[in-house]
């Protein structure tokens, strides 16, 4: 079993020469564009020049290491914070679906699973579309517990149905599979991926994981406070390198190095 | 009978005014705001000073001390500073104005206690009116309210995309907290309103396994709390804020060790 050592990591800095996408490609009707966007807080530079345009039915992964300003970058989607520099673009009106990595209920509130779902936005969806995710979610037998005796798996479950329930076109999931067990990532994957045509929605998946990344996504954005490089997970895949390191290890995480974003000169890291 | 006539009105006072504590009070423990509710009942007691002092309506009198603490509170963040320790200063400095107003610049040494303390007793018939619609109005109030509040007390973030203005909710409900002191001063007194807020529902989240459950259990203990504190303090010839206190304080601490026992019954 290769350990992720030093011969490794050089190899994986040639998985980080993924060919840009070629923008005439995402002609396909836009759903939101980011120009130049940038954040700052007291003169510290989180992120910055991010220009990204995310198609309807488009999925593209998010992988980038600590304070590369990834949770950032969703906050600045979700508009809960704003731009220091740069301007989002929504070219459709957005429904926006959110499942955040961490999620927490104050014990002091008894709220249920049922309370947390009746929070959803109603009449987006038929009570037979209803139906149909909470089947497929598991999500009846769960429907009085308490939150906060759910299982990270169970709580995932709960947090994509409500985020479901509102119809999104655009759905942002924060390291999804993080803290699950391995049974209920296989399920998280095989739901997103089979989802029914009348939830299909553009999607912005934040993770660690390279499997959810080279299986999941059409699209992979490598961001250290700026974007380094994006591409097509078949361009990685083909080559023999990234075969042999990867072939039969998806589930190692991705781990990035600093000489990943050896196309910058020292002197113009920020 | 006569003492049933004096009884009466502030029995029924003191009913329509926990109708409307339970459900403020649970909220104000899901917004985690006891530390703000206490300072501004501090700050009534000021307010109602200044009223005094300049010959205004004493709800007047409440509304620019509470504006003057969100103000204050505004002004005063600092990220080194905890804000409960923040606002344990507010408090305790419109205690000490409050009664600097009233001891020393009004002729009110008299009435102190009944500020501090509540003079409910004191309820007449021709009060209930004016009591029950103040206090529908503040229902309603939190009805318009309620199902932003329980999302911002949730998770911030999803209300946000959802549209609910985390300040604006915020300003909103410290209003109608404002409001709620300011009637619930003559019931309670400054001192003691956060208790009639805070103890019943706390109770309730003892035996709740629902939100909407919690406010009918808090609605419960807050209306039994006043009925024997109302009763207590006639036949004990005690304050009336102090003997409904107790009594909640008292409901509280048998709910819990009821709770425990029945928790290591069902363990077993």
């Given at each position: 079993m290769p350990n992720i050592s030093d011969p490794i990591d050089a190899k994986v800095a040639s998985v980080c020469s993924l060919k840009p996408l070629d923008c005439s490609q995402a002609a396909a009707s836009k759903l939101l564009s980011l120009d130049n966007l940038g954040y700052q807080i007291d003169h510290q530079v989180l992120l910055n020049h991010i220009s990204l345009q995310i198609a309807q039915h488009e999925t593209i992964s998010i992988i980038g290491p600590n304070g590369a300003g990834k949770s950032t970058l969703i906050k600045l989607i979700l508009r809960l914070i704003a731009p220091t520099s740069g301007q989002i673009h929504a070219h459709l009106p957005l429904q926006l679906g959110y499942v955040p990595q961490r999620f927490s209920v104050p014990a002091i509130l008894p709220l249920r699973v049922q309370d947390l779902l009746n929070q959803a936005k109603k009449g987006r969806l038929t009570p037979q579309q209803n139906a149909f995710i909470f089947e497929n979610l598991a999500i009846n037998p769960l429907r009085h517990k308490q939150l906060r005796y759910l299982s990270g798996?169970?709580?995932?479950?709960?947090?994509?149905?409500?985020?479901?329930?509102?119809?999104?076109?655009?759905?942002?999931?924060?390291?999804?599979?993080?803290?699950?067990?391995?049974?209920?990532?296989?399920?998280?994957y095989q739901f997103i991926d089979e989802l029914p045509d009348f939830l299909r929605c553009a999607m912005v998946v934040v993770s660690h994981d390279l499997h959810w990344v080279m299986k999941?996504?059409?699209?992979?954005?490598?961001?250290?406070?700026?974007?380094?490089?994006?591409?097509?997970?078949?361009?990685?895949?083909?080559?023999?390198e990234f075969q042999k390191l990867f072939g039969h290890h998806y589930e190692q995480p991705y781990v990035h190095k600093a000489h990943h974003c050896e196309h910058h000169a020292p002197q113009e890291t920020l | 009978m006569s003492w049933l006539s004096i009884i009466a009105p502030a029995w029924i006072a003191g009913s329509i005014?926990?109708?409307?504590?339970?459900?403020?009070?649970?909220?104000?423990?899901?917004?985690?705001?006891?530390?703000?509710?206490?300072?501004?009942?501090?700050?009534?007691?000021?307010?109602?000073?200044?009223?005094?002092?300049?010959?205004?309506?004493?709800?007047?009198?409440v509304a620019l001390v509470s504006i003057l603490v969100v103000a204050g509170l505004v002004f005063l963040d600092d990220e080194r500073l905890p804000s409960d320790a923040v606002l344990s200063v507010v408090a305790v400095t419109l205690l000490c104005l409050g009664l600097l107003t009233l001891t020393q610049l009004t002729n009110q040494q008299a009435n102190v206690l009944g500020f501090l303390f509540g003079s409910l007793l004191?309820?007449?018939?021709?009060?209930?009116?004016?009591?029950?619609?103040?206090?529908?109005?503040?229902?309603?109030?939190?009805?318009?309210?309620?199902?932003?509040?329980?999302?911002?007390?949730?998770?911030?973030?999803?209300?946000?995309?959802?549209?609910?203005?985390?300040?604006?909710q915020r300003l909103f409900f410290m209003g109608i907290l404002a409001g709620f002191c300011a009637i619930a001063l003559q019931a309670v007194g400054s001192l003691l309103i956060s208790g009639l807020l805070v103890l019943p529902a706390l109770t309730a989240r003892l035996y709740a396994s629902a939100p909407k459950q919690m406010v009918i259990f808090a609605m419960i203990a807050a209306q039994v709390g006043v009925t024997f504190g109302v009763w207590g303090s006639v036949w004990l010839d005690i304050q009336t804020g102090l003997a409904i206190v107790l009594i909640l304080a008292l409901i509280f601490l048998a709910a819990f060790i009821l709770s425990k026992i029945t928790l290591k019954k069902s363990a077993s």
């Open positions: 798996g169970e709580t995932q479950r709960v947090l994509l149905a409500r985020a479901l329930l509102e119809k999104p076109n655009l759905l942002i999931l924060d390291e999804p599979m993080q803290g699950l067990d391995p049974e209920s990532e296989v399920w998280l999941g996504s059409r699209r992979v954005i490598c961001l250290n406070k700026h974007i380094c490089c994006e591409g097509q997970p078949s361009e990685l895949a083909i080559t023999p | 005014l926990a109708l409307l504590s339970a459900p403020l009070g649970c909220l104000v423990l899901w917004r985690r705001m006891a530390f703000f509710a206490d300072a501004l009942a501090h700050g009534t007691l000021f307010g109602v000073g200044l009223a005094i002092l300049f010959q205004l309506p004493i709800g007047l009198g004191e309820v007449d018939w021709s009060d209930l009116p004016v009591l029950a619609g103040t206090c529908l109005l503040g229902i309603a109030a939190l009805v318009y309210i309620w199902q932003a509040q329980i999302k911002l007390a949730t998770y911030e973030p999803l209300a946000k995309i959802q549209g609910i203005h985390p300040l604006k």
